[in-house]
């Protein structure tokens, strides 16, 4: 059973398609509110494992389209938002930790390193054969940390749904050294640029 929450949920009053964000995230639905348009959530249902030897840039881009199309494959007469994030260290997938073990552990690999992250967005309308998806990339080079400035900060924020374990909207900034991109609400996991500019190629109207 798909899990469903109502956001403001009516039809656009620009558009006759409904809007959906296919995905739980309490931070991309914090974002996507700031278009102030009428949506609903809901769960995508997606096995998120990696294929073997993908790239996090691929990996990125394949669940946030994968997250899409499984929403919209239900909703054929809505245009429906999916996300996913990957931290890329040298290559390798790191993914939300889960728990303050884990999240531990990724933040003693990522001190002092240069890590992106792949942010991936894709906007689904099946009715009118609307399909588009973009990446954004955010370079992030972490400070040196001590060991028990990870233990304290883990104990502060509990990141542990965040990719990278790096929560750069709260205390995770602290972490950091340097962000770089095109778009700051990338990084937090739902790149509003990118997808204002899809949804208006989808048509509706944001203002």
Do not use: W
């Given at each position: 059973?798909?899990l ?32 102030r ?5 809901v ?32 909703r ?9 994030q990957v931290?890329?260290?040298?290559g390798?997938?790191?993914g ?9 552990r ?17 906007v ?43 929560k750069?909207?709260g ?7 340097v ?16 997808t ?12």
């Amino acid at each position: 059973m798909q899990l469903k929450l109502n956001i403001m949920a009516s039809l656009n009053p620009n558009s006759n398609l409904n809007l959906i964000l296919a995905s739980t995230s309490v931070y991309r639905r914090e974002l996507l509110q700031r278009l102030r348009m009428p949506f609903e959530v809901v769960a995508p249902l997606v096995d998120e494992t990696p294929m073997p030897g993908e790239a996090p840039p691929a990996l990125a881009s394949r669940l946030a389209i994968a997250k899409a199309l499984a929403v919209a494959r239900n909703r054929i007469d809505s245009v429906v938002i999916g996300s996913d994030q990957v931290a890329n260290l040298k290559g390798e997938c790191l993914g939300k930790p889960g728990t303050h073990e884990n999240a531990f552990r990724q933040l003693q690999r990522l001190r002092g390193q240069e890590v992106f992250f792949e942010t991936a967005v894709a906007v689904v309308c099946l009715k009118n054969n609307f399909e588009a998806h973009e990446l954004v990339r955010i370079r992030v080079l972490f400070r040196e940390l001590e060991d028990s400035e990870i233990e304290s900060y883990l104990r502060a924020e509990m990141p542990y749904d965040c990719a990278g374990s790096a929560k750069s909207e709260g205390l995770g900034i602290s972490l950091l050294e340097v962000i770089e991109s095109n778009d700051p609400t990338a990084l937090v996991g739902l790149p509003l640029i990118a997808t204002s500019r899809m949804l208006r190629q989808a048509g509706f109207k944001l203002f």
